[in-house]
């Protein structure tokens, strides 16, 4: 059973509408992570949530934002895609101490 | 400092041998070398990590094989097989023993094809 479920699988939105990606696990995780990975390269830390505690990376754009109401869901949010960030999105969750992080099967996001 | 740097970009393999992977960190703060096996259209999964106290770690046909001396970690998949066709990344990161969030820097992945 999956247990970092992310929705939906795949987004399709145009080019300057706002869209949310959504983030929820069963794992009871305090550490949620949203990642940005583009064809062929590495997942890109953009922000992470240490129980309600936002850690934003420096050069992720200002344009992306992070909502976590509960310990189960997290959302990502993009004001104005642009065509640039069209990428797949994955969540990732962990527990303090000792443990991997669990990645989401992602969100595919294409811009129009 | 925070680089880890992955080869090959791609490796082709024949059903039956051995895939090796190698990596290079710069960094000896970094505490933990996990290694991540990804699918398309799936997400990373973890396959196999390594603290830096052993030199060695095995789960059946995967092994790591850690320098720390020389800062470079491998991955070996014994009997290699179609299914184990993916892209697979390296990651280190440090503060993984500590209480808080932790970060993984991410090699740049190798697209390992087994050809039957």
């Known amino acids: 059973d999956a247990m970092v479920i992310q929705n939906p699988r795949y987004q399709v939105t145009q080019f300057g509408k706002p869209v949310t990606l959504s983030c929820s696990q069963t794992?009871?995780?305090?550490?949620m992570y949203w990642y940005q990975q583009k064809s062929s390269q590495a997942p890109k830390l953009l922000f992470h949530?240490?129980?309600?505690?936002?850690?934003n990376e420096a050069d992720t754009p200002d344009n992306f934002q992070s909502r976590r109401p509960n310990t189960s869901f997290c959302f990502l949010d993009i004001r104005s895609p642009g065509l640039g960030d069209a990428a797949m999105y994955l969540c990732?969750?962990?527990?303090?101490?000792?443990?991997?992080?669990?990645f989401g099967d992602g969100t595919r996001l294409s811009i129009l | 400092q925070q680089q880890v740097k992955q080869s090959p970009q791609s490796l082709i393999v024949q059903k039956g041998g051995i895939s090796i992977i190698n990596c290079a960190y710069e960094n000896t703060a970094f505490d933990y070398f996990p290694w991540y096996q990804q699918f398309p259209g799936k997400g990373p999964a973890l396959l196999i990590a390594?603290?830096?106290?052993?030199s060695e770690k095995k789960e059946g046909r995967f092994t790591i094989s850690f320098n720390k001396s020389a800062k470079q970690f491998s991955l070996h998949i014994m009997d290699s097989q179609p299914g184990d066709s993916a892209t697979y990344f390296c990651a280190a990161s440090r503060g993984f023993s500590g209480a808080g969030s932790y970060q993984l820097t991410f090699g740049k992945g190798t697209k390992l094809s087994v050809i039957p």
């Open positions: 949530y240490y129980d309600k505690d936002f850690n």
């Open positions: 990732a969750t962990r527990t303090d101490n000792n443990q991997p992080q669990h």
């Open positions: 794992l009871n995780h305090n550490v």
């Open positions: 390594i603290r830096p106290d052993v």
